[in-house]
Structures are given as structure tokens and as C-alpha cells.
């Protein structure tokens, strides 16, 4: 069964604008860890942020934030002042108690216009 | 601090025939090993993954096998390619089972079975 949904395929967004990626999440478990990463042309994954479900503060990680809405399992990255360099595809993934791996959403395209 | 290499970078294989791909860890020890496949534009699947020497869980029945011969090397094989494996192979590390532990990438190898 899926567990992580990214329902944008693809965003543009203006260089020093910020833009919000949306992330929905299926889990039975209370216990479950949320993370973001950045693949850009190269094809490398790139860890960007994490978040626990027992967090009580949203993670923040430079110009990264997560927008965690436990009641709603959502967990939206929001990249803030947006740099060219930040194109890249962007995934969201969930591991739970019981898993060894991450589950992967599909994937957003961010395209950074100047 | 950490690092992981894969090699080769890029493969262009024949149907039918054998493939070996290779994955290293430094500095870290006992850490659990990943190997996903990646096909294009899409989210990464999850092919093994092993959590000591000589212990691997696979989750996809598939015509690709792995191997842990030592702590830090993890090696994804195959006797004889289809097209349908070709795609964008990457390894990753974790450092334990704890939820938290994000997952590492290495720079993955490309692959295009002809």
C-alpha cells in the first residue's frame, strides 16, 4: 500500500520566493519518522530535514522547514528565498517503527526562475 | 566523517548478461546497507537490504541478488540482465534502526541494459 503522497508533479517558482511542497503520509503507527531529500541532475540524494512524530516543534534546517500536521499526516517542506541552485527533484519518505526501509513519495520537480 | 562510494558510475550491459555492482562504506561500522532502483522520474523501490555481514532481506522477488561479504561492502549481482533492470541503482547507510537514522546515498550507478 502507499504510504507517501506527492501530488505535485511539478512547481515553478520565482528566485527568492519561497515555495511549499505538499506531502501526505499513511501510517498506523504512533511511532514514525518523516524525511525530506533533494536530488538534483546529478541523481545524488541529498538528506534535508527530519521529523519525528513525537516532535513537538516543526524541524527546521537553514532554508528548509517542515509544516507538520500530525492530525492531518501531512509534513509540507517549505523552501524559504529560493536559489537557482535549489532546482532539483524533491522527495518525501516515511520510515515507521516496524520498517527497516523508507517509503519514497513520487517525487516534485522545483524549477528556480531567475 | 562518512562516506560512500559506488562504481561504476555508468553501465551499458547486454541482455543476458551478468552484472555486478559494488557499494562501500567508510567511517562507520556495522551499518545497516541499502540497494534501491530508481527508474526514470519516478521514486526510488527498495530492492535489499542488510543489517550485518551475510544478512539480507530482499523485497522484491526479481532476477537480482545481494551480498555482504564484509561490514562495509554490499554488492548488488545479477547472472542475466533484463531490460526491465535497467535503471538508476543507488546505495545508502544507516546508522542504526532507530526511525531517526536518516538514510545516506551514495552517487549511484546508471545502468542501461541493451
Known amino acids: 500500500a502507499q504510504k507517501i503522497t506527492q501530488t505535485q508533479p511539478g512547481m515553478f517558482v520565482q528566485e527568492k520566493e519561497a515555495v511549499t511542497l505538499d506531502c501526505t503520509y499513511d501510517?498506523?503507527?504512533?511511532?514514525?519518522?518523516l524525511f525530506w531529500y533533494k536530488q538534483p541532475s546529478s541523481g545524488e540524494m541529498i538528506f534535508l530535514i527530519y521529523q519525528g512524530s513525537y516532535d513537538q516543534q516543526n524541524a527546521t534546517e537553514g532554508r528548509y522547514s517542515l509544516n507538520f500536521q500530525k492530525a492531518r499526516k501531512s509534513a509540507n517542506l517549505v523552501i524559504s528565498a529560493s536559489q537557482l541552485g535549489d532546482s532539483a527533484m524533491y522527495f518525501c519518505?516515511?520510515?515507521?517503527?516496524?520498517?527497516?526501509?523508507?517509503?519514497f513519495g513520487a517525487g516534485t520537480t522545483v524549477t528556480v526562475r531567475a | 566523517s562518512q562516506t560512500i562510494h559506488q562504481w561504476p558510475a555508468t553501465l551499458v550491459q547486454p541482455v543476458g548478461s551478468p552484472l555486478s555492482l559494488e557499494c562501500t562504506v567508510e567511517g562507520t561500522s556495522n551499518p545497516n546497507l541499502y540497494w534501491y532502483r530508481q527508474a526514470a522520474g519516478r521514486g526510488l523501490q527498495l530492492l535489499f537490504y542488510?543489517?550485518?555481514?551475510?544478512?539480507i532481506s530482499s523485497e522484491v522477488p526479481q532476477n537480482l541478488s545481494a551480498s555482504r561479504p564484509q561490514d562495509r561492502q554490499f554488492i548488488l549481482s545479477s547472472k542475466k540482465l533484463l531490460l526491465s533492470d535497467s535503471g538508476f541503482y543507488l546505495c545508502?547507510?544507516?546508522?542504526?534502526?532507530?526511525?531517526?537514522?536518516?538514510?545516506?546515498f551514495g552517487p549511484g550507478t546508471r545502468l542501461t541494459v541493451t
Open positions: 542488510s543489517v550485518g555481514i551475510g544478512q
Open positions: 545508502a547507510w544507516s546508522a542504526g534502526q532507530s526511525i531517526s537514522y536518516e538514510q545516506y
Open positions: 501510517t498506523s503507527d504512533p511511532s514514525y519518522g
Open positions: 519518505a516515511m520510515r515507521d517503527s516496524n520498517d527497516y526501509k523508507l517509503s
